[in-house]
């Protein structure tokens, strides 16, 4: 009965059910007589806990090389001048161009051996973003989406997702989930969103908002009914988020100076900054873009460049989510499209390349100080522990507390699983 | 002006003599007619005896919607009102050819170009081509230029970016060899054959060498800063230098432009690569090493603007804007291997786009005509549905959402500072309302509009932007202050404003609803704010039905 409950809960992902929870696991007690008083605290703290578990995408865009970043080859013509440091884990070194995230190495966990076939921008970074590939007809939703459906907090005037930064290319959006589950996208962290101040009183604003839902009708009935519908929702959730008090989530600047200078400067350490603010407030999934990463030309310059830009953020991102206590609940994600050529090309940079490349994660219950997988000395093949974007995938949702077999069902009645194919990663949790 | 008038003579003395030959001796096919054959191949090829087509939209509809596809703008009351009354049998089609007219049309659509071209830039001081690509094509559009013209103009394009738009392909993508080649390919041809850049695709014919091939009609052009004591610009530069030595795979990194293309050699990047001859993949007509950059883009031009593909890539992007939905979606990857809805419908609209000489309003005319396009709206179909039943509801461009709030709230562009964030992010150095309005509000037009969604921002700033709000008030100067004084019948208030905003009259419930509103509220003047701000608020206002 009470494992039925369990299953129940942990299997469907609407706030409105987990809500239940608490009062079925009470009923369930009630009727059986089995649960004791420490049975349903527990019970009730680890729901709980599950409740505010969070996501936070650092995303690559243009990918990543990565023997500038986690898996420096030293000693090989292919590895260029990119030297390896060793990291506050023994035995584990990644490239001296990310000094501060090798001080946090005890919390994050390496995977060398990603790899996929997808190598040009749109499809591939369409793959990491979705877990699928782009499909005729089928509006696939993003991670983040997903996550936020799955987890998200819908009584929450925030948003569930929120994403900073960047004009990545195809990181889609909640697709057939709708617009409920479509990011807030801020172009910048380190401005609040703009137009938050309604120009009238609270109540005459709620008064015209009032109006405006109750004259749509009109549209709806004449072809708009889609587009009403999708309107509706996207006042709504506006309009709640602007006369909610917590809109000072979004200002950084709010962070005491000791707290700010830690991320460091630039736009990616601001959204970094944004983003613990906004989980801390209980947004579910936030996306961070770090673009510049398509290094065709001048590799070792401009991922020197990009990783000056990361690696403080990064670090004190971990850091400052650990000591809040907020690292065991959420997951940080570094990842890009791909990885880039072993081989520098005539132009000092490198090409795309998907064979073989890394992601890092930390936090929500992967135990940080591995490296799971391995490459060839030239860095040119897995040679250990492939992992592919769907085993990536299945081990994020896994992390998170969703199940990747979970299957919602598209516009066209078409169950479609949160992953389809691969297998978490269980190393990342043992 | 000067280059172009050298680039068409350049051009003409190009063309073999065999085109002229070929060229259509008599006027443009009949609008009407082949719209007709149009609407006859869909009932043919897509319809059937059950399908439940939706009705011709009424003229209330028509109006709003042809205003916003052809001048992007909404008609004033005047306007709606002169086309309800005119009782003349072929209003539509005139209707359609005035707005083809008027200055606004090129206008409108050199923006929608801008847009294609420029959300695929790679740099973001591409925008200093902004305007002057929409000043080149408003013109060209204008007076009729043939979409084959326009498209050898971009194809063929050197100087100063800020005196000639035509540059906008090559400084959109930086001058790089690959990237400005995809673009040509997919903004004229709708074919993605970068593709196949990287390595050959198992499920597309275009093989590697091919993407590379047509690559190599672009190698001498390169982009350079251009710089005098009073400005900086970029100019599209030609470099004709001959090869001294084999100089490999560099493929015009520094953007000076290089003699020959070379394909990378994928398993060895540091060797040179092959050395590529420009051929065109869709005909095998090729170009020998050595030859002058203006005769590789020159005879690119000529050859691409006449396969079937550059007729077709036009016919099913207008398609696309004006019925909801492309022939083939996306609306920039067609080819041999894509399966279009109706092949044999977009085949004579395509066949008969050529034989007008490509004239784009030729086009609007003939699309404008068909019952596909008339049709009522419908909410955009599921996968499963029958294509092209209905009209589907259009979320507003950025620029048509600008000219539709100055029209409905009666200000003139001049006087729209404020209108939009002037912090927000966009084109650097050139913020002009509009262009910062287009900025939060625009979309690449490239995408299938499904997964165009609006934003919180978005909403937010049509909701609470202070200078929209203070348009809203009825204040001695504005449309709504003037209206309240002038009028003082609230029913007849509450028709212009639906007649401003939405184009047609309000349904007797809704005229009861807002008569009911301003009652409640007590305060005339507060009501009529309130309600103005909700008809701009509203899915009806943002969007063409």
Redesign the interface.
């Known amino acids: 009965m009470l494992q039925h409950q369990i299953n129940v809960t942990t299997h469907r992902g609407s706030v409105f059910q987990r809500r239940d929870f608490l009062r079925n696991v009470g009923a369930a007690a009630a009727a059986g007589g089995l649960l004791s008083w420490t049975d349903r605290i527990s019970l009730a703290s680890s729901e709980l806990k599950r409740r505010h578990k969070a996501c936070i995408l650092l995303w690559m865009a243009g990918g990543p090389s990565q023997f500038e970043t986690f898996s420096p080859k030293p000693g090989h013509a292919n590895g260029g001048d990119t030297k390896a440091i060793s990291t506050s884990v023994p035995g584990i070194q990644i490239a001296d161009r990310l000094p501060e995230v090798a001080k946090v190495m005890g919390d994050v966990a390496i995977i060398r051996s990603m790899t996929s076939k997808e190598?040009?921008h749109p499809r591939a970074s369409y793959y990491m973003h979705h877990g699928y590939l782009p499909m005729?007809?089928v509006?696939f939703p993003t991670l983040g989406s997903n996550v936020a459906h799955q987890i998200g907090d819908a009584s929450s005037e925030l948003?569930s997702f929120v994403r900073v930064g960047g004009r990545g290319q195809n990181a889609g959006?909640?697709?057939f989930l709708g617009?409920d589950h479509?990011p807030?996208?801020?172009?910048?962290a380190s401005?609040p969103?703009?137009?938050?101040?309604?120009?009238?009183g609270a109540d005459?604003y709620r008064?015209?908002l009032g109006?405006?839902d109750?004259?749509?009708g009109?549209?709806a009935r004449?072809?708009?009914?889609?587009?009403?519908a999708?309107?509706?929702k996207?006042?709504e959730?506006?309009?709640e988020?602007?006369l909610s008090p917590r809109m000072e989530t979004f200002d950084i600047k709010r962070e005491p100076s000791s707290v700010r200078s830690a991320y460091g400067e630039g736009g990616f350490a601001d959204g970094c900054l944004l983003a613990r603010r906004l989980v801390e407030a209980g947004v579910t999934f936030v996306e961070v873009t770090s673009g510049g990463w398509d290094t065709h030309?001048d590799n070792g310059e401009r991922t020197q460049a990009n990783c000056d830009q990361i690696d403080r953020p990064m670090a004190a991102l971990i850091r400052d989510l650990k000591s809040r206590g907020l690292l065991d609940d959420t997951l940080v994600v570094w990842m890009g499209e791909f990885g880039r050529?072993p081989?520098?090309?005539?132009?000092g940079g490198r090409?795309?390349y998907p064979r073989a490349f890394n992601v890092a994660l930390a936090g929500c219950g992967v135990r940080g100080g591995q490296v799971i997988g391995k490459t060839d000395a030239a860095g040119a093949k897995v040679i250990e522990r492939p992992v592919s974007p769907k085993d990536l995938y299945r081990s994020i949702y896994t992390a998170l507390g969703i199940d990747p077999d979970h299957e919602n069902t598209s516009?066209?009645g078409r169950p479609i699983k949160l992953v389809d194919e691969g297998s978490a990663v269980d190393e990342l949790f043992g | 002006m000067r280059c172009d008038s050298t680039r068409f003579f350049a051009a003409f003395l190009l063309t073999p003599l065999t085109a002229f030959l070929a060229a259509p001796a008599v006027a443009a096919p009949n609008a009407s007619r082949v719209a007709a054959q149009v609407d006859r191949l869909l009932g043919e090829e897509v319809y059937s005896g059950s399908t439940q087509l939706?009705p011709v939209c009424d003229d209330e509809?028509f109006v709003r919607r042809v205003w916003l596809d052809i001048v992007g703008d909404l008609p004033t009351p005047e306007h709606v009102t002169a086309f309800l009354l005119d009782t003349h049998p072929e209003k539509r089609a005139r209707l359609v050819s005035d707005l083809l007219e008027s200055a606004q049309y090129g206008q409108n659509w050199a923006r929608y170009w801008r847009d294609v071209i420029l959300y695929r830039r790679i740099e973001d001081r591409a925008v200093l081509v902004s305007n002057p690509l929409v000043v080149k094509l408003t013109e060209q559009l204008n007076t009729g230029a043939g979409w084959d013209e326009i498209a050898s103009g971009f194809i063929t394009a050197t100087g100063d970016v800020r005196e000639d738009g035509a540059t906008a392909i090559f400084m959109a993508q930086d001058g790089q060899t690959e990237e400005a080649t995809a673009e040509v390919s997919r903004v004229f041809l709708g074919i993605q054959i970068?593709?196949a850049?990287?390595?050959d695709h198992p499920w597309d014919r275009w093989q590697r060498e091919q993407f590379h091939e047509l690559a190599a009609f672009f190698p001498r052009v390169g982009v350079r800063p251009l710089q005098t004591p009073t400005r900086r610009s970029y100019q599209v530069v030609v470099n004709d230098r001959p090869e001294f030595r084999n100089r490999?795979?560099?493929n015009n990194?520094n953007r000076r432009g290089s003699p020959e293309h070379y394909m990378?050699n994928?398993d060895?990047?540091?060797k040179?690569g092959k050395k590529t001859r420009p051929r065109f993949f869709l005909t095998g007509a090729e170009l020998s090493f050595g030859t002058p950059d203006a005769d590789r883009r020159g005879r690119l031009a000529e050859w691409l603007t006449d396969t079937p593909w550059f007729a077709t890539a036009m016919v099913n992007r207008m398609w696309s804007e004006l019925v909801g939905e492309g022939f083939y979606?996306p609306i920039d990857d067609l080819g041999p291997d894509r399966e279009p809805t109706a092949p044999q419908a977009v085949e004579r609209l395509s066949e008969a786009f050529a034989d007008s000489g490509y004239d784009v309003k030729w086009l609007f005319r003939t699309i404008c005509a068909t019952e596909a396009y008339q049709r009522?709206?419908?909410?955009?179909r599921?996968?499963?549905e029958t294509p092209m039943t209905?009209?589907v509801?259009q979320?507003l461009r950025g620029d048509q959402l600008f000219n539709a709030l100055l029209t409905a709230l009666g200000i003139d562009e001049a006087a729209t500072r404020g209108f939009a964030?002037r912090?927000?992010?966009g084109y650097r150095g050139q913020a002009t309302p509009r262009l910062i309005f287009n900025a939060a509000f625009g979309y690449d037009p490239s995408v299938q509009r499904?997964?165009v969604?609006?934003?919180?921002?978005q909403?937010?700033?049509m909701?609470?932007?202070?200078r929209i709000?203070y348009a809203v008030s009825s204040n001695r100067r504005s449309m709504l202050g003037r209206l309240l004084s002038s009028v003082r019948e609230d029913s007849l208030v509450v028709d212009e404003l639906y007649l401003r905003c939405l184009s047609r009259e309000p349904?007797g419930?809704?005229r009861a609803?807002?008569l009911a509103?301003v009652e409640s509220?007590g305060k005339r003047n507060?009501a009529f704010e309130?309600?103005l701000?909700?008809?701009l608020?509203?899915?009806?206002f943002?969007?063409r039905?």
């Not at chain 1, 081989?343 to 132009?347: A, D, P, S, T």
């Open positions: 190598g040009s005729g007809g509006k948003p959006n909640a697709g617009v479509d807030l996208v801020l172009q910048s401005r969103p703009q137009n938050t101040r309604p120009m009238t005459r008064r015209r109006l405006l109750s004259m749509q009109e549209f004449s072809g708009g009914a889609d587009v009403v999708d309107h509706r996207l006042v959730a506006s309009s988020m602007i030309q050529t081989k520098i090309n005539g132009r090409d795309h516009l066209i | 939706a509809t970068q593709c850049q990287c390595h490999g795979n560099s990194a990378p994928l060895n990047p540091d040179p979606e009522e709206s419908r909410p955009r599921g996968p499963e209905a009209n509801p979320r964030d912090n927000a992010s499904e997964t969604s609006a934003s919180i921002p909403a937010l700033a909701m609470n932007t202070p709000n349904t419930d809704e609803h807002a509103y509220v507060e309130d309600y701000w909700a008809l608020n509203s899915a009806e943002v969007h039905k």
